[in-house]
């Protein structure tokens, strides 16, 4: 199989790492991710990765906490669940650098786009952690902004069902689902699969998006290759 993109960035939820348990870390999800995440690599593919942070912190969680509290706490799971995916992807013998919007220097390097892309340049894989470092903006905008920033050719969100479905297939048997939308398609009717903010952004900056399910065989290198699966959108 030949990639049919140089360089993309992979939408993980936080939710996919936790498997079946919903909490926390699955080993054995990770090190089926982490096993495609580095035969793309081996392809030649730079590879960008933003990581949710749903498995350990979503939203308030039933509390009266402010918003902005709840949301830097979500942006400190988000590291956690990218330094996890570093160690795995490192265990396979791939370098990897986590640059993340919050100084954390003691634990990642701060985000430069520059030095990002130098090390693309160099063979490594970067997770970019923390959102876009500021409350009010999902990790959807932060993928689209980090796919924006370095030239992504696609990006990839991978998803806990197989595309974009005009209703929920999980309640309803009779849902249809698209093999192409455009981003108008998406604020229009008002789909929710990724937010305004980010198809806003991939939009105006000519960048397609790829929402696939994370459980189907192989799904992210197929992806990269160019197979037909899931549904894509784009800006016509």
Same mark, same amino acid.
């Given at each position: ?5 140089k ?6 939820s ?30 030649g593919?730079? $590879? ?26 979500g ?8 330094? +996890? ?8 013998? $791939? ?25 693309f ?5 970067v997770?970019? +952690? ?6 009010? %903006?999902?990790? !959807?905008?932060? +993928? +689209?902004?980090?796919? %924006? ?25 009779h ?39 994370? !459980?189907?065989?192989?799904s992210?290198?197929?992806?990269? %290759?160019? !197979? ?9």
């Amino acid at each position: 199989m030949q990639p049919k993109y140089k360089r993309i960035l992979l939408k993980l939820s936080g939710e996919a790492l936790a498997g079946d348990q919903r909490f926390g870390l699955n080993q054995d999800v990770i090190a089926g991710v982490v096993d495609e995440i580095v035969k793309v690599h081996n392809m030649g593919v730079q $590879v960008g990765l933003v990581i949710g942070g749903g498995n350990f912190w979503r939203g308030r969680q039933g509390t009266k906490m402010e918003r902005v509290t709840a949301d830097h706490m979500g942006m400190l799971a988000t590291v956690m669940n990218s330094l +996890a995916m570093m160690d795995a992807i490192e265990q396979r013998g $791939v370098p990897v650098r986590v640059q993340t919007a919050l100084n954390m220097i003691s634990l990642a390097e701060p985000f430069i786009l520059r030095k990002a892309i130098r090390h693309f340049e160099e063979g490594r894989i970067v997770i970019f +952690a923390c959102g876009t470092g500021n409350p009010f %903006c999902s990790t !959807d905008t932060a +993928a +689209a902004l980090r796919a %924006c920033e370095i030239s992504a050719d696609i990006l990839l969100m991978a998803k806990n069902v197989d595309g974009i479905y005009d209703s929920d297939p999980k309640t309803n048997p009779h849902a249809k689902k698209y093999e192409k939308l455009t981003y108008s398609d998406i604020i229009n009717q008002q789909l929710k699969v990724i937010d305004f903010t980010a198809a806003t952004m991939c939009m105006e900056n000519n960048i397609p998006t790829l929402a696939f399910g994370l !459980d189907e065989p192989d799904s992210i290198v197929r992806a990269v %290759c160019g !197979d037909t699966l899931g549904t894509v959108i784009t800006v016509k």
